[in-house]
């Protein structure tokens, strides 16, 4: 590539890749303009973005995208059910829409299993696009604001600029990086606790009754929500919940561990991950809401 009139800008500025000039040059174009293999299109666009002249002898691969930003309005009718870019299309910006849909088909696989070995009505699936319909909504408007934060005129680098210094502030930047890595996730699932509806982080956890099939006592909460069901995870060792959850044994696992959290004595937690239910430290139980749980996302019991 060789450069004509070039023009200084931060962001656009050549490197050099085994002894040749090379230039990565975010753009936008209509999507009849193809990238072909002479450069014309792609050389046009790199001057409108970076306000560099180029000329592309050679171009070893090219892709392009748009900010297309679409979204069904609802995930159900009847037996036709949509996950993924089916069901909401975004610009490809750090892989977000590649990780919602794995949550989609995640917090949806489940529940056709539930209704498919008759534990649950055929309602459960509802709580699909209930539940994940606004994630998809939020992160049209992430990807949207991303977007307009490309855009290559003086406006928008102020913007940019702005918004880069309150990056630096860890309230600002843990609000983005929970967004972003969908942590800040919350289904209303009628329960006010600030637990129930998220989805549970990782735990390191100390089994207390570890299972003779178990190597280590040591293991992850993720890793006990691989077998497809429900967990009940009693960290203090309180037989009365695992009492009050006998009945669900065989779609719900139940299992006393230790962990590192001091303000939950209980989790139930779905197979997607999310909390249904917990156990603030030191409550009594009341043991009708453990079941009103249980019975709502795992069927009533045999």
């Given amino acids: 590539m060789r450069r004509r009139g070039h023009r200084d800008h931060r962001d656009h500025q050549p490197q050099n890749v085994n002894g040749q000039a090379a230039l990565a040059a975010r753009y936008f174009f209509a999507a009849s303009r193809p990238v072909d293999s002479a450069g014309t299109p792609a050389a046009a666009c790199t001057l409108w973005a970076s306000s560099t002249d180029v000329t592309i002898t050679t171009m070893s691969s090219g892709t392009r995208w748009i900010d297309t930003a679409r979204q069904a309005t ?25 990780n919602v849909g794995i949550v989609d088909a995640a917090n949806l696989g489940w529940k056709l299993a539930a209704v498919v070995c008759g534990w649950v009505g055929e309602d459960i699936p509802d709580t699909y696009t209930t539940e994940r319909h606004p994630v998809a909504a939020r992160l049209l408007q992430n990807t949207r604001a991303q977007i307009a934060l490309m855009r290559p005129d003086p406006q928008t680098r102020a913007l940019w600029e702005m918004f880069s210094d309150l990056m630096d502030l860890d309230d600002a930047h843990r609000y983005v990086a929970d967004m972003l890595a969908g942590m800040d996730v919350r289904y209303d699932l009628g329960d006010d606790h600030r637990l129930v509806g998220t989805l549970c982080p990782d735990m390191k956890l100390t089994l207390e009754r570890p299972d003779p099939d178990i190597v280590t006592a040591v293991t992850r909460s993720a890793d006990l929500l691989r077998e497809g069901r429900g967990l009940l995870l009693d960290l203090v060792d309180r037989a009365e919940v695992r009492d009050a959850a006998a009945a669900w044994t065989g779609r719900v696992n ?10 939950v004595d209980a989790l139930l937690i779905r197979p997607d991950g999310c909390v249904a ?23 009533q019991p045999a």
């Fill in 74 to 98: 609802t995930y159900r009718t009847g037996r036709v059910l949509l996950a993924g870019d089916a069901a909401h299309v975004y610009a490809p910006v750090g892989g977000q829409g590649l």
């Fill in 254 to 263: 139940t299992v006393t561990a230790r962990t590192d959290r001091v303000d």
């Fill in 277 to 299: 239910w917990a156990l603030p430290t030191g409550q009594d139980l009341d043991a009708t809401t453990l079941v009103r749980a249980l019975g709502t996302w795992f069927g």
